[in-house]
């Protein structure tokens, strides 16, 4: 539980299931910058992409294979 998921306040119709997709392909994008970014946390990489944005960009152009 990396992104609050019990604090959510979505609960109507298909919202809870979309949130669900996007913060799974967020923790996987993250994940891959963890393998190449030694001794990184992932709480840690989210603090660094919300204070640097070339982080964030790192992160954001990650491919999946």
Do not use: C, Y
Not at 29 to 48: P, V
């Amino acid at each position: 539980m990396s992104f609050g998921e019990d604090q959510s306040r979505i609960r109507k119709e298909n919202a809870p299931q979309v949130m669900a997709i996007i913060r799974h392909m967020a923790l996987n994008l993250l994940q891959l910058t963890k393998d190449k970014m030694k001794r990184q946390s992932i709480k840690r990489l989210r603090k660094m992409a919300g204070w640097d944005d070339n982080i964030l960009f790192t992160i954001r152009s990650q491919k999946f294979s």
